[in-house]
């Protein structure tokens, strides 16, 4: 690592498994009003089909709308990544991702999905892992109801 480079920053060809780097666009604004400016831009541009900003103070109802007309203006999806507890009222959805102890793998990309704000729809939970050599995410039955297991009925 090198001495200018942070330990929390997007390392792009760390995502590898995930993407190809070469398709990542990162940019490092200096405060979070030039991010949603940044973010704003990318979701209005149709060439984009994911916008993802990391923010650090809470979003005032006129800066989340914007952001939502941007996203519906180029038909792109955006996602704010917010520390716990501090939301959003424009929030379209709001999740939350933990990781999963499963003892069936050492290196476990196991996590539990959770959407606890749907505006329109339902809420729900989900087991998912990333698969590698797909690149997507498969939905896990939890671990007492996989067949075969002993908690399983059948």
């Known amino acids: 690592m090198s001495k200018n480079r942070s330990r929390e920053e997007l390392y792009p060809v760390g995502l590898s498994s995930l993407l190809d780097p070469t ?10 009003a030039d991010g949603l400016a940044v973010a704003e831009e990318a979701l209005r541009n149709e060439a984009l089909s994911f916008v993802v900003i990391e923010i650090t103070q809470p ?18 999806t955006g996602l704010c990544i917010i520390p716990e507890g501090m939301g959003s009222n424009a929030a379209e959805t709001r999740w939350h991702v933990s990781p999963v102890f499963d003892p069936e793998r050492e290196d476990s990309t196991l996590m ?30 939890p671990v007492g109801e996989r067949p075969g297991s002993k908690s399983s009925s059948g």
Do not use: C, F, M, Y
Request: net charge positive; glycine share 8%; charged share 25%.
């Open 23 to 32: 398709h990542l666009l990162l940019a490092r604004p200096g405060s979070q």
């Open 59 to 76: 979003l005032d109802l006129r800066e989340g709308r914007r952001l939502q007309l941007a996203a519906r203006a180029g038909n792109t």
């Open 112 to 141: 539990h999905w959770s959407i606890i704000k749907n505006k329109k729809g339902t809420n729900g939970a989900w087991n998912v892992r990333w698969d590698p050599q797909t690149r997507r995410l498969h939905v896990v039955s």
